[in-house]
């Protein structure tokens, strides 16, 4: 009798499948790669024949340059797809525009790799949506009972309120290229927010692409001295009281510093942890992230009720343990290579 592990099991290529001969985001070039999403630790350069949602093949066309793999195949939303006799099918993961969990079926087993997900409000990217399994594949990047998001609507209302508290400041708000950036300025517009948003080069192409989308992300313009003829004084005089949004290595160099008396923000789950915040020099902390807390991962795991649990990349002793105290059988995956970009 076929065993779970002859449909899925961890290499140090990534999640590899025998009887299909893929990878599920490989962490090597490989000939065949399934990919979850767009960021730079799950999505890589060099395969030689990529599997993936449209908006991810986009999204890796951009970051990569058109050549990133040999061929490339779509998989729309729910399809059932044959990889060498192996079903797999892509559903959304909530994680960022175009992420997907990827169902694996064979000889009758159902395998969900759920790449990286969240279950919190998020107007830039699809809902996640719970599929039924035998074994669920969960990461655990916040999964400590401590990790416990707030509403991601009153951490962007706290900025909006900061910046009337300080008219003459610009906010600098650090943010992942790729989905939490997009995310920020979504939500800011929903909350009323009509100014124009300025934004650091890196994230031209992410948000001319999520506009392109159908997410209208309002008027940006570029977070730049090199405005008109404005002398230096009298640039940094017009960034008062704006929102500027930036990729957070940018903050570190002297691009930050053209700004007005700025107000450092870092939009982040990790912001939950005071001394990540202090460390990052960050005055207002925006605990914003793009994966599950705790709850929201027990939650799910009751929700699908799988057979099994297979916990990769995170804290994944917590977990672990906590399914085994509710009587479901859960091991780590110890896979390597995985971060947690876009957090």
């Not at 060099?46 to 093949?57: F, I």
């Not at 290229?177 to 009509?194: C, P, T």
Request: aromatic share 8%; charged share 25%; proline share 8%.
């Amino acid at each position: 009798m076929a065993r779970f592990e002859d449909l899925l099991r961890p290499t140090p290529k990534g999640l590899y499948c025998p009887p299909g001969d893929f990878y599920i985001d490989p962490v090597r070039p490989v000939d065949r790669a399934l990919v979850t999403h767009g960021h730079a630790d799950h999505a890589r350069p060099g395969n030689a024949a990529v599997l993936a949602t449209p908006r991810t093949l986009r999204i890796m066309a951009l970051r990569y340059g058109e050549d990133f793999a040999q061929t490339r195949q779509e998989a729309p939303w729910g399809e059932r797809i044959d990889v060498n006799g192996v079903a797999v099918s892509f559903h959304p993961a909530g994680h960022v525009l175009g992420s997907a969990q990827i169902l694996v079926e064979w000889n009758g087993m159902r395998i969900v790799a759920s790449g990286d997900y969240k279950r919190s409000h998020d107007p830039t990217a699809e809902p996640f949506e719970p599929v039924p399994c035998d074994v669920f594949i969960t990461e655990a990047t916040f999964a400590l009972p401590v990790f416990r998001h707030p509403d991601p609507r009153t951490e962007i209302a706290k900025l909006i309120r900061s910046t009337r508290q300080f008219p003459e400041r610009a906010h600098l708000v650090g943010a992942y290229a790729l989905g939490k950036a997009q995310r920020v300025i979504r939500m800011l517009r929903e909350q009323g927010y009509d100014e124009p948003i300025y934004i650091h080069g890196a994230l031209r192409k992410l948000c001319d692409f999520y506009e392109e989308e159908g997410i209208d992300l309002g008027e940006l313009r570029p977070a730049t001295i090199a405005r008109g003829k404005d002398a230096e004084g009298e640039a940094k005089a017009s960034f008062a009281g704006a929102v500027v949004v930036g990729p957070p290595s940018a903050f570190a160099d002297k691009w930050a510093r053209r700004f007005p008396d700025p107000v450092a923000c870092f939009a982040s789950g990790w912001m939950r942890v005071r001394g990540r915040a202090r460390q990052r020099g960050v005055e207002l902390p925006i605990i914003l992230s793009d994966h599950c807390d705790w709850d929201e991962l027990i939650e799910t795991i009751a929700e699908i009720s799988p057979q099994e649990v297979w916990v990769t990349h995170g804290r994944e002793e917590a977990l672990v343990r906590w399914c085994s105290l509710k009587g479901v059988r859960a091991r780590p995956l110890h896979l390597v290579g995985y971060e947690d970009e876009g957090d």
